[in-house]
Each structure stands twice: as structure tokens, then as C-alpha cells.
């Protein structure tokens, strides 16, 4: 059974950077994919970063140019590094894990997901 533990989040200034992590464990294979997601009280859920299975990459419009998601295939860790951060940027961090999912050219539809981590705040004052 796949598990994800999602770390980093915190508090920081606007225009501010924080690391977020999310671990894999319980999968034998180094290609899955990785959807970041951020959720506010009172909203709805947004995917804002994803990595392939082929580490194709995908950014929404907002937050391109100032999020970055990698991998460390050994570490089976996915990272999502987010620069010039605002404090439309705050929000509880969730990752979400797909083993169907190679090339990304949106963020996947959410009935591919098979895991999903517990979440991490990300706080941004102005």
C-alpha cells in the first residue's frame, strides 16, 4: 500500500521560498507521478504542480515561473520548491500519488489518484 508523507511547510514573509517534500513508501518502482495540490478553507481543492511518470512537468498558470517540483528517484522523494512566495500562496499542501500517469500535459484527473498524504500548511505574511 502506497504512503505519502508530505513535510516542509511553515510560516514565511511574501516573497519568501519554502521546500516541500513528499516521501513515497510501499511502491517498488522509481516511475510514478506526483500532483501537488492546495486547499483553503472554504475552496476548492487546486492541483498547482505535477510530475510525470517520465518527469514531464506541469505548472498552472499561477504559479509558474516561481514553483519548481523535482524528484530524487533514489530517495523516493518528490520536492516542490516554491520562490517569491504571496499570500495568495497560503494554504494546506497535499500530494497526491498516480502510478498511471507518465507524460503530463495538465494536471490528471483526480480519479487516478490511488494515495494521497495528510497535508502541509504553508502560511504567507504580507
Known amino acids: 500500500q502506497v504512503q505519502l508523507v508530505e513535510s516542509g511547510g511553515g510560516s514565511v514573509q511574501a516573497g519568501g521560498s519554502v521546500r516541500l517534500s513528499c516521501a513515497v513508501s510501499?511502491?517498488?518502482?522509481?516511475?510514478?507521478?506526483i500532483t501537488w495540490f492546495r486547499q483553503t478553507p472554504g475552496k476548492e481543492r487546486e492541483g498547482v504542480a505535477v510530475?510525470?511518470?517520465?518527469?514531464?512537468?506541469f505548472y498552472i498558470d499561477s504559479v509558474k515561473g516561481r514553483f519548481s517540483v523535482s524528484r530524487d528517484s533514489a530517495k523516493y522523494t518528490v520536492y516542490l520548491d516554491m520562490t517569491n512566495l504571496q499570500p495568495e500562496d497560503s494554504a494546506m499542501y497535499f500530494c497526491?500519488?498516480?502510478?498511471?500517469?507518465?507524460?503530463?500535459?495538465?494536471?490528471?484527473?483526480?480519479?487516478?489518484?490511488?494515495?494521497w498524504g495528510q497535508g502541509t500548511q504553508v502560511t504567507v505574511s504580507s
Open positions: 497526491a500519488f498516480s502510478s498511471a500517469v507518465l507524460n503530463v500535459k495538465n494536471i490528471p484527473p483526480t480519479s487516478l489518484f490511488e494515495a
Open positions: 510501499g511502491y517498488r518502482w522509481r516511475s510514478y507521478c
Open positions: 510530475i510525470g511518470g517520465d518527469d514531464s512537468t
